[in-house]
């Protein structure tokens, strides 16, 4: 039971262990993703803010430059020499001077070129008269610097430069003489050295003109391409004012679509770039700064593995806790299981044993009243075999005594008649009738005593040769009276045995004469006396060839008062006799049923012991 119940115990807690695994799981990707996106933004947003500082710091010097020079066309216009120049566009000498005067100050200011165009166009005095790319001669009315300066207005214009090949910000003033428009004065700035302050950098920044063209870049390999997608009609415009001269706009888009609200913007290489733009609304621009969002993305990623990892560790630490308490617990859960099973078996034995001993108690109780009832019919029988004993004694006894009794009141009768008539003679055998019949009644009252003697006398020593001698002289008139023929076979080395002769000499005298009144009156009289010694003492055999003890009677001849002989021939007693007197010496009187008919009593005696006393 406890195995099943630790079994049952491991499959729930794998269960619970694969839940929380999977809850776990769960938690660590739910919190990643959430922890991305707040990360990612976090760091997007720094990204941004560095970008606005790069946007604000490029703007602003855009702006300063084009601040600079923005009045110096006006100015110029003024002067007396260019004046002088309009009013007469064609001579040489004042074209000579002007050129002199406009290198002076395109040196002195730092501007890329100083020009004069008259109204056709056409130029007439430039301050690079004197380089290989003169401007002289040159007709750029086509540029709108030229158109909105001749119309009155101030000219302002991004382009390449058609006869220098360089980028240049022009911007164009009218020259006015006697209120008439009679030229346009143009300044060239250069804005490579402003460009060649953002190479570098960490952060990319384009500038882009009204038609959405890169102009300006920190990437040269940028210049010229278009920021997006251009549409027709904004390429025709870039081709009739030859901004970028012959210069063909045919570059792919940098970005493969507009920025997006996150301010996104896919790179045609796949980069997702942050775009951060700013207008320039004088100069017609877009100034935009680029910045690479995949250092904040791998931030991002970076710390979003960290804190999955950390949280992680944490819930495995925790599962790992948890499955330890779980551990501990099923433990304790077996131990309480095999203590309760042990205690369940403990109480079942003692069950068992208390039944057992219930069934014990009884079986006690029953053998106690078994024993007692068997001990009642015990005490009951002998009660029952002593009053039997007792009915028999007093038949035989009175049998024995009434019919000598009859006829000694008989004779005692006859007797005085006998001795009126003178008939002395019969009356004397009267007389001597009377007495033997008196001394029959007192032998049997002497056999009486006999069986009430007391056995406890003292056992004393015998001498077989002379004790059987003894007998058959005693037993010598019955034999004579039978016709037995006793032969007696007396072993040499026959030890001195247990017993008082004189009763032995009765015992042996008691069995002789029973063999002689069974071999009375047949033809086989023999009776064969034998004595021979013994491992324990010696044994007697007396041996005749009667008819034997029947098997129904062979129990009852010891009994007392059980005789089969007629009235007057035997009381019943001498075998009873006899075998309690053997009894008393130690030894056993035994009936056997010897082979060729008759019967065989044997009288085993144990050897005399030293301290016997000679007794009767
Ligand atoms: P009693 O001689 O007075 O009858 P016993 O006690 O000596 O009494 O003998 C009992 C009976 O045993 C006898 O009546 C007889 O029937 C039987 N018995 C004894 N000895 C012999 C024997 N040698 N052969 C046959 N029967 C015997």
């Given at each position: ?5 630790a079994a049952a115990?491991?499959r ?15 938690v660590v990707?739910?919190a990643g993703?959430?922890?991305?996106a ?12 560095r ?6 710091l ?7 430059q084009?601040?600079?020079f923005q ?5 110029v216009?003024?002067?007396?020499v ?8 064609g001579?040489?000498?004042?074209i000579?001077?002007a050129?002199?005067t ?8 730092g ?7 008259d ?7 430039a ?6 790319a003169s401007?002289i001669g040159?007709?750029f009315?086509?540029r ?12 302002r214009?991004f ?7 360089k980028?240049g ?12 428009i009679a ?7 250069d ?6 302050t ?10 882009t003109?009204?038609e ?9 390999d940028w ?7 251009p549409?027709e ?12 001269a012959s210069?063909?706009i045919t ?9 997006g609200?996150d301010?996104l913007?896919?790179?045609a290489?796949?980069?997702p770039?942050l ?9 017609g621009w877009?100034?935009?700064v680029?910045l690479d969002?995949a250092?904040?993305k791998?931030?991002a ?9 950390a ?7 925790a599962a790992?806790l948890w ?7 099923e433990?304790l859960a077996v131990?309480?299981a095999?203590?309760?099973?042990l205690e ?6 003692t069950a ?8 014990l ?7 106690a009243a078994a024993?007692?009832?068997l ?8 009660q ?18 009434n019919q ?16 009126d008539?003178?008939r002395?003679?019969e ?8 007495v ?5 009644m ?16 003292g ?5 077989l040769?002379e004790?059987?001698?003894a007998a ?5 008139p019955?034999l ?15 030890p001195a ?7 032995l000499?009765q ?6 004469t ?6 009375d ?6 009776i064969v ?13 007396v041996?005749?060839f009667g ?10 001849i010891?009994?007392?008062?059980f005789?089969?002989k007629?009235?007057?021939?035997g ?18 009187l035994?009936?056997v ?7 065989e ?6 050897h005399a012991?030293?301290?016997?006393v000679?007794a009767a």
């Amino acid at each position: 039971m406890p195995e099943r119940i630790a079994a049952a115990t491991a499959r729930g807690q794998r269960a619970a262990l694969g839940a929380f695994a999977l809850a776990g799981v769960l938690v660590v990707l739910l919190a990643g993703v959430f922890v991305h996106a707040q990360a990612q933004r976090v760091f997007l947003d720094d990204t941004a803010r560095r970008g606005d500082t790069t946007l604000r710091l490029a703007v602003s010097t855009l702006a300063a430059q084009l601040d600079r020079f923005q009045r110096l066309p006006r100015l110029v216009a003024e002067q007396p020499v260019i004046r002088a120049l309009a009013a007469h566009p064609g001579d040489a000498a004042r074209i000579a001077a002007a050129n002199l005067t406009l290198r002076h100050i395109a040196v002195t200011l730092g501007a890329s070129d100083i020009y004069f165009m008259d109204p056709g166009g056409i130029t007439r005095a430039a301050s690079n008269f004197d380089q290989p790319a003169s401007f002289i001669g040159g007709n750029f009315a086509f540029r709108p610097y030229f158109t909105q300066a001749l119309a009155g207005g101030e000219g302002r214009f991004f382009a390449l430069g058609t006869t220098s090949g360089k980028r240049g910000y022009y911007f164009g003033a009218p020259v006015r003489v006697d209120d008439r428009i009679a030229g346009v004065m143009v300044v060239k700035i250069d804005l490579d050295a402003i460009e060649d302050t953002w190479r570098g950098g960490d952060d990319e920044i384009v500038v882009t003109d009204p038609e959405n063209i890169i102009f300006l870049s920190s990437r040269p390999d940028w210049l010229f391409r278009p920021y997006v997608q251009p549409d027709e009609a904004a390429l025709a415009r870039t081709r009739a004012t030859r901004r970028y001269a012959s210069l063909a706009i045919t570059g792919e888009p940098l970005l493969t679509g507009l920025p997006g609200p996150d301010g996104l913007a896919p790179l045609a290489d796949g980069r997702p770039m942050l775009a951060l733009g700013e207008r320039m609304e004088t100069a017609g621009w877009k100034v935009t700064v680029l910045l690479d969002t995949a250092l904040a993305k791998r931030q991002a990623l970076v710390l979003t593995l960290a804190v999955m990892l950390a949280l992680g560790l944490m819930l495995t630490l925790a599962a790992a806790l948890w499955e330890r308490r779980a551990r501990l617990r099923e433990r304790l859960a077996v131990q309480a299981a095999v203590r309760a099973e042990l205690e369940r078996r403990v109480a079942e034995r003692t069950a068992e044993l208390a039944a057992l001993n219930a069934r014990l108690g009884a079986e006690v109780a029953e053998r106690a009243a078994a024993e007692a009832s068997l001990r009642q019919a015990q005490a009951d029988l002998i009660q029952a075999a002593k009053l039997a004993a007792l009915g028999q004694m007093s038949a035989a006894l009175s049998h024995e005594f009434n019919q000598p009794l009859a006829a000694v009141r008989n004779y005692a009768e006859n007797l005085p008649a006998l001795v009126d008539r003178g008939r002395t003679d019969e009356a004397r055998g009267n007389a001597v009738r009377i007495v033997g019949l008196v001394d029959r009644m007192a032998a049997l009252g002497r056999d009486l005593r006999n069986f009430a003697r007391t056995p406890e006398r003292g056992v004393g020593r015998a001498s077989l040769p002379e004790v059987v001698r003894a007998a058959t002289e005693v037993a010598g008139p019955r034999l004579r009276a039978a016709g037995a023929e006793l032969a007696v076979t007396l072993a040499p080395d026959l030890p001195a045995v247990a017993g008082g002769p004189l009763r032995l000499e009765q015992v042996l005298v008691n069995v002789i004469t029973n063999a002689a009144d069974a071999v009375d009156g047949r033809a086989d009289r023999r009776i064969v006396l034998t004595a021979e010694p013994t491992e324990t003492g010696a044994r007697i055999r007396v041996r005749d060839f009667g008819p034997g003890v029947p098997e129904a009677l062979r129990e009852r001849i010891f009994d007392p008062f059980f005789t089969t002989k007629g009235v007057g021939r035997g009381l019943g007693l001498g075998l009873s006799i006899s075998y309690n007197i053997v009894k008393d010496f130690g030894g056993e009187l035994t009936l056997v049923d010897p082979e060729g008919g008759g019967a065989e009593f044997r009288i085993d005696l144990r050897h005399a012991t030293d301290e016997g006393v000679q007794a009767a």
